[in-house]
Structures are given as C-alpha cells and as structure tokens.
C-alpha cells in the first residue's frame, strides 16, 4: 500500500516527507499512518490535515506528469513531461494550447525524449500510449468547464503501464481560479 497525508495546504506530499510506500502489513501501516502525521505536522504546524489516504501500490513502466494551467499570457495550456520526484530536476516537457485532441496529445508524447521506453526504444515493452493520450486529453478539457474556471491541475505520478493496460493516475492537485482570475 501507498499511505499519504490529506492535505489541502500540503501540495506536495513527498516534500513534506508524508508518504510511505510499500507498506504491506497491519503494523507497517499503524506506523506509516503516524509518521506520515508527523511528518506533515513538522512541516507545516499550522496544516489543516483531513486524514490519511491508503492506496493500492501502483507499478508500471514509466512515470509521467500531466499539468494543465491557465496561462495569463497565452490563455488555458496543457504540459506532459517526465513525472515522480524527479519531473522538476529533468525538465523533459512539452506544451500545448489546451484543449487538444487525441492527434496532438499523442505528438506530445512523441516528442518528450524521456518517454521514448514508452515508444518501444531498443526493444522495450511498449506503454499504453494510446491511453496517455487519452488522459492527456481529457486534463486538457478543463479549458473548456463552464462556471468555476481550473486555474491549474497536476496528475503526478500518471504511472504508464504496458500498452493495453491503460494508466494510473496516483497523485493529483487542483485549484480552482479567484474571482479576479476568471
């Protein structure tokens, strides 16, 4: 199991060291849930905490980040990059005017040279890229909600897992836009 803090002031979990992975037992997971608390309360005392997610442990063969964010600039696009912890340090990214349709969503997948083991590279197990399309897509959308405007969403990880088996989406964010930002 996965155990993580609930958080709507904790953004990013393994941040704030509030995330245990791999927990299999009764024991582990009384002991993930308090470290895992601990965690979030020293790093941010005045967190409001809303509990303690159990997730089913997720594996697959690569780890992608999908974003979506209202640009003041250029208006609603969409990202898809290398994603887990290490999405900001590799910089392996591409972005769209959102939304984008199932074509432009799998040219990006195309076009992130990280993603290449998804493609097959030297005979790997190809991903299930036609699903990451799919989710890559459907984020992008949010360009299009009527009402209460999105002003950015994050899926990270999304695992990927072999082609046919569709993807996970482990851990995601959304925040909504103000008044003024709509």
Not at 132 to 138: G, N, T, Y
Request: glycine fraction near 10%.
């Amino acid at each position: 199991m996965a155990v993580k803090i609930l958080s709507p002031d904790i953004a990013h979990k393994t941040e704030a060291r509030a995330v245990r992975l791999n927990v299999d037992s009764g024991k582990d997971l009384a002991t993930a849930f308090e470290e895992v608390l601990a965690s979030a309360r020293a790093y941010k005392k005045d967190a409001r905490i809303e509990g303690v997610l159990v997730q089913r442990m997720e594996s697959g063969l690569a780890e992608v980040i999908v974003g979506y964010r209202r640009d003041p600039e250029v208006g609603p696009v969409v990202m898809l990059g290398a994603g887990g912890i290490a999405a900001e340090l590799r910089r392996s990214f591409c972005m769209r005017l959102a939304p984008v349709g199932l074509e432009e969503a799998a040219a990006m997948i195309g076009e992130v040279r990280d993603l290449a083991l998804l493609r097959g590279y030297r005979g790997l197990p190809r991903g299930d890229c036609a699903a990451l399309a799919r989710a890559i897509r459907a984020l992008s959308l949010l360009a299009s909600l009527e009402g209460r405007k999105v002003s950015e969403a994050e899926i990270n990880p999304l695992i990927v897992k072999r082609e046919g088996e569709g993807v996970v989406a482990v851990d995601g964010l959304v925040a909504f836009a103000t008044e003024g930002e709509r």
